[in-house]
């Protein structure tokens, strides 16, 4: 980031854009310092681009079918940010595992949320692996993006509980309510400089007295 200039995101989304409008509001309402310089989507049809016209916010849709291969795609994602500037990309339900010229042109500044306590549940369908699995805790996690699925270090992670009459949509829902507060929160602890990885380890550094809270915030520790 340059000194004294606002942190510059860069969002990836495939669908719905429910995280990016959290962000988008996070902004808004100034709890988060920061500005969306671009969206990129794959999927022409997704709801995150009516969310963008709506901000003001720039998008492109970039197809992965009209390039040759998979690194091509990654690459014109990459050059793309890069143009606009972007400290930090985000992965807001961006349906694809990321490809090496993207994570090499940004190491350690790109987030995803996953909705599961990772290690448990990674992949598609988070919330339904851990309802089969019979887990009683599951919740969501925001972590740095490597090369595998899911397997970056963890910045941060709330739980909700799991009853037994849930359904895949009711588990889903309580989950995103908290994905909703802990995206936002990840990005400006960013934004703020506070966070170091040390290997797989993310430290935070500074009081971070919602830490607790997050867990569980019904605790309201
Ligand atoms: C969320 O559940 C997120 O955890 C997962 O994909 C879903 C995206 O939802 N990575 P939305 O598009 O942000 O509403």
């Known amino acids: 980031m340059e000194c004294g200039s606002q942190l510059r995101l ?3 989304a495939s669908g719905r854009g429910s995280n990016f409008q959290s962000i988008i509001d996070a902004i808004d309402n100034k709890t988060l310092k920061a500005e969306i310089a671009l969206l990129i989507t794959d999927n022409p049809s997704a709801l995150a681009i009516e969310r963008a016209k709506k901000h003001g ?3 492109l849709v970039i197809k992965p079918r009209e390039f040759g291969s998979r690194d091509e795609f990654y690459i014109k994602a990459a050059d793309e940010l890069k143009s606009r500037r972007v400290d930090l990309v985000i992965l807001a339900g961006f349906m694809r595992i990321v490809g090496k010229p993207l994570i090499d042109s ?4 790109i987030m995803n949320i996953h909705p599961a306590l990772l290690p448990a549940f990674p992949g598609l369908r988070g919330q339904k692996q851990a309802l089969e699995y019979g887990v009683k805790v599951s919740g969501c996690t925001v972590h ?3 090369e595998g699925m899911d397997t970056g270090p963890i910045i941060t992670q709330a739980a909700v509980p799991v009853y037994h009459d849930d359904t895949e ?3 889903s829902e309580r989950i995103l309510k908290l994905e909703h507060k802990i995206y936002p929160e990840a990005i400006r602890l960013f934004s703020e400089s506070r966070l170091k990885v040390e290997g797989r380890i993310v430290r935070i550094q500074g009081n971070f007295p919602s830490d607790a809270s997050l867990v569980n915030p019904s605790l309201g520790l």
């Open 169 to 171: 949509e009711i588990l």
């Open 57 to 59: 916010v720039a998008y």
């Open 106 to 109: 940004f190491p350690h500044r």
């Open 10 to 12: 860069g969002v990836l």
């Open 144 to 146: 740095f993006v490597d």
